[in-house]
């Protein structure tokens, strides 16, 4: 009679728990510390909290992002430790050498792993339910949340970590490869923004995208960095319940997951055509040797020109370019023959025509690419948004431009800037101001552009420099009125107006007691209306210059003087203001408004003055 042909051996199972006991031990005595213990240490007075049921469930959630976090360590740990066999020539020839199939040899091992850590992961959360049980709060979602999270995240790295035991087969490369894998897209995405910056023209690496496809693709990296979602339950009116929060990162958790099924898979087709006598190299699996060759050479190359570029002096334009192509090199030398060592075991990795031929390919595709990049092919930054398709455009610290005529103004400066790109670039050599705006379009997504302004005598003195020019269109007067005005809905009448306080610390007037140092809300509103609003149309008032110029050419020589406007505006002017500057997006405005009086805000300076102030002594 044929035997049933197995693909589980319980022995070999065994053997391998057994080997792996002292793994698992720890783990399951860490997380009774880290999570019940924890629980049993909190102080259960419902007097201390406004709702102790929501703060005992939201600590407990936020021991997800831990359980996913140490999920990726226990992960390769295990899969290193389960299948540590296959590192060493005699134990994989030993187990290749019994009467057993390799699907039963791979999940007999496999399943140790998946199943002790899922049975210490259950354990420390019906521990943790039972101590909140006992004290009379029991949180069963919490705990069930905290068992879902960290056995699925475990399952994905987990999965990634036994693909790599599949494919390399030195012990200590092992873990640096899954430690350098778990951080390459993060890693790889930052260092090209930061590097393409210098040289591509317009390119921004000030937003990076915390959130993007590059940063989710490296878990650990992008859990480190945002951690999972846990916010209260919302109420039907839309307002937050604090006695009960909710995770809502099962999304990416279960991709997490699935991941590590698919990699787990592909790990057992790895094994099942894995040349045994090959354990001992960095890569085992024949095919994947060029993979790896050219991957860590093109990896190298780009992070060790972010690197030393970043601990030099910053160039733009053709002196960056030249710069990072030398850099670029020298990091493909460097990761090229490194990784002919690891595969070769051997330093003579330097002969042969046919090994300098692909060096030299590997720097020739290098070069284009930055080549590429630097003249904008594709056209990513030399497009300009049509004015229509623009909701708004943030200019940093200085503002937002919303109105058409605002937005128009941005977009053709942006078009100027990019056919001046070679005049500027030169005229750029010595000093440049850098400038960034971003454009946030209807359709939901966000351009950052960023250029580097020549900014010497010569363009400070011409008016149709580039530096000049956005100088003007920051302090035109819808943009200075945009950054400092109370919004009008708010000045209607003087019923929102507080008081106005008044401080003069660079003063001898400050010694006058009899000076008013708060003005009262119909006075506020009419020093605000009469003076400081007529006064941020027609003076430097407001005005914010980016140029290295403005200090000494814009500057009033006399005393400055600070006055503060505190408003209590109703909900109908708050509405009002809300639907006129956000229309559908969620808005914020301000109650306090601030502004620093010289002589040259001639209005406001001369109110001043007939209350006492002076602005005769020198500015400090």
Not at 185 to 203: A, N, P, T
Not at 283 to 302: D, M, N, Q
Not at 582 to 595: T, V
């Amino acid at each position: 009679m044929t035997s049933k042909t197995s693909c589980f051996d319980s022995a070999i199972f065994k053997r391998s728990l057994r080997k792996t006991l002292p793994l698992w031990a720890c783990y399951f005595l860490f997380w009774l510390f880290i999570l019940p213990g924890d629980l049993i240490s909190f102080n259960y007075q419902p007097e201390y909290y406004d709702s102790l049921t929501g703060r005992l469930c939201e600590r407990i959630l936020t021991f997800c992002t831990v359980g996913t976090l140490l999920s990726a360590l226990i992960g390769l740990l295990a899969a290193w430790l389960l299948f540590s066999w296959l590192f060493r020539a005699n134990t994989s020839y030993f187990y290749a050498g019994l009467p057993v199939r390799r699907e039963a040899l791979f999940l007999s091992n496999f399943f140790v792993g998946l199943l002790m850590v899922t049975l210490v992961n259950l354990l420390t959360a019906l521990t943790a339910y039972c101590v909140t049980l006992l004290h009379g709060y029991p949180q069963l979602y919490a705990c069930a949340c905290f068992f879902g999270t960290s056995t699925l995240s475990f399952v994905g790295f987990y999965g990634f970590a036994v693909l790599l035991a599949m494919i390399i087969g030195q012990a200590a490369a092992m873990p640096a490869v899954y430690v350098i894998l778990n951080f390459t897209s993060s890693v790889l995405y930052y260092s090209v923004q930061s590097l393409l910056s210098e040289f591509v023209y317009g390119m921004s690496n000030i937003y990076h995208n915390f959130g993007s496809v590059f940063y989710r693709l490296s878990p650990i990296a992008y859990i480190m960095t945002n951690g999972l979602s846990v916010l209260p339950a919302q109420l039907a009116d839309g307002s937050a319940d604090f006695s009960r929060y909710v995770f809502s990162s099962w999304g990416y958790i279960a991709s997490l997951a699935g991941a590590g099924l698919v990699f787990a898979i592909l790990a057992l087709l790895v094994f099942r055509r894995r040349e045994m006598e090959r354990s001992g190299d960095v890569i085992a699996v024949k095919p994947l040797r060029p993979v790896f060759l050219y991957c860590f050479t093109v990896g190298c190359s780009i992070v060790i020109s972010y690197v030393i570029s970043s601990m030099q002096a910053s160039l733009f334009g053709s002196e960056g370019f030249r710069r990072a192509l030398l850099f670029l090199i020298l990091g493909a030398f460097l990761g090229y023959f490194i990784a002919q060592m690891l595969l070769q075991k051997t330093v003579a990795v330097f002969r042969g025509a046919k090994t300098w031929l692909r060096f030299g390919a590997v720097c020739l595709v290098l070069v284009l690419g930055a080549t590429a990049a630097r003249y904008d092919i594709l056209g990513l930054y030399s497009r300009v948004p049509e004015v229509d398709d623009i909701s708004y455009i943030d200019l940093s610290y200085l503002g937002e431009a919303r109105s058409r005529s605002e937005l128009e103004a941005v977009t053709d400066f942006q078009k100027l800037a990019i056919a001046r790109r070679k005049e500027n670039e030169a005229a750029g050599a010595a000093n440049v101001t850098p400038v960034r705006f971003t454009y946030y379009l209807k359709d939901g997504s966000a351009l950052s552009y960023c250029y580097r302004l020549a900014d010497n005598e010569a363009t400070q003195k011409d008016p149709d420099s580039l530096i000049c020019r956005y100088d003007a269109l920051l302090n035109s007067e819808s943009m200075v009125l945009r950054r400092n005005a109370i919004p009008e809905e708010f000045c209607r009448d003087d019923s929102g107006f507080v008081y106005c306080s008044i401080e003069d610390y660079g003063s001898q007037s400050m010694a006058d007691a009899a000076l008013p140092r708060y003005l009262s809300g119909d006075a506020a509103f009419t020093f605000y209306t009469t003076c400081i609003l007529p006064d941020l149309k027609d003076t430097e008032l407001g005005k914010t210059h980016i140029t290295s110029f403005s200090q000494e050419t814009k500057m009033s020589d006399s005393a400055a003087i600070y006055v503060s406007f505190f408003l209590d505006p109703t909900n109908e002017q708050i509405n009002a203001y809300i639907d006129r500057v956000y229309a559908d997006a969620p808005g914020s405005y301000s109650d306090h408004f601030g502004y620093t009086i010289t002589k040259d805000a001639r209005r406001s300076a001369a109110y001043l003055e007939s209350l006492g102030y002076s602005f005769d002594l020198p500015a400090e």
